[in-house]
T-cell receptor, first 114, second 115 residues
Framework: DGGITQSPKYLFRKEGQNVTLSCEQN?????MYWYRQDPGQGLRLIYY???????QKGDIAEGYSVSREKKESFPLTVTSAQKNPTAFYLC?????????????FGNGTRLTVT | KQEVTQIPAALSVPEGENLVLNCSFT??????LQWFRQDPGKGLTSLLL?????REQTSGRLNASLDKSSGRSTLYIAASQPGDSATYLC??????????????FGTGTRLTIIP
């Protein structure tokens, strides 16, 4: 079955450590996205990539970094510069220039930083 | 700046009832509007997508309508079932200055269907 796999489901880190969240898709989608979800707030876009080796900052990119070396993979690194990293992180994908095609989401990674 | 509001934040209804979830947005120059379902601790599942030129979309017991002029969308769920219990989010898409689509999400309505 095609889909998006995020791992791990739960992640715990000490403050000051960088951590990388994995996102892999086998939908043959060109575009991939990272969102952050916090209680009481709508999803907010961190980074997106419309094609391999290219990515753009979203609304809240500070303290995060990404890479897109392969079409299937779009890992997100939460750096020590991110002030409030504890959140639920969601990866999504779509066809490029998706027009009116829906986003497909993974099941998320819940990151807790203490 | 586009703002998306979903009221109420939570809703409980008995099984079998028909219900309506609401979504309002401030900028009517939208590209599309999507309704998603999110189960606890899970990702989002796309339910319906309405293009800006459309007034409604239907899938099974779900019907979504769009009124751009008033900045509103509704998601109608017929004959509700306990399995419909979830958080429902709407997201409004606009085209950015760079020609790519940008989504703004509401905070969702948490729906509980009482058996």
């Amino acid at each position: 079955d095609g889909g998006i796999t995020q791992s791990p489901k739960y992640l715990f880190r000490k403050e000051g450590q960088n951590v990388t969240l994995s996102c892999e898709q086998n939908l043959n989608h060109d575009a991939m996205y990272w969102y952050r979800q916090d209680p009481g707030q709508g999803l907010r876009l961190i980074y997106y990539s419309q094609i391999v080796n290219d990515f753009q900052k979203g609304d809240i990119a500070e303290g995060y970094s990404v890479s897109r070396e392969k079409k299937e993979s779009f890992p997100l690194t939460v750096t020590s510069a991110q002030k409030n990293p504890t959140a639920f992180y969601l990866c999504a994908s779509s066809i490029r220039d998706r027009g009116n095609s829906p986003l497909h989401f993974g099941n998320g990674t819940r990151l807790t930083v203490t | 700046k586009q703002e998306v509001t979903q009221i109420p934040a939570a809703l409980s209804v008995p099984e079998g009832e028909n219900l309506v979830l609401n979504c309002s947005f401030t900028d009517s120059a939208i590209y599309n509007l999507q309704w998603f379902r999110q189960d606890p601790g899970k990702g989002l599942t796309s339910l319906l997508l309405i293009q800006s030129s459309q007034r409604e979309q239907t899938s099974g017991r779900l019907n979504a309508s769009l009124d751009k002029s008033s900045g509103r969308s509704t998601l109608y769920i017929a004959a509700s079932q306990p399995g419909d219990s979830a958080t429902y989010l709407c997201a409004v898409g606009i085209l950015s200055n760079f020609g790519n689509e940008k989504l703004t999400f509401g905070t969702g309505t948490r729906l509980t269907i009482i058996p």
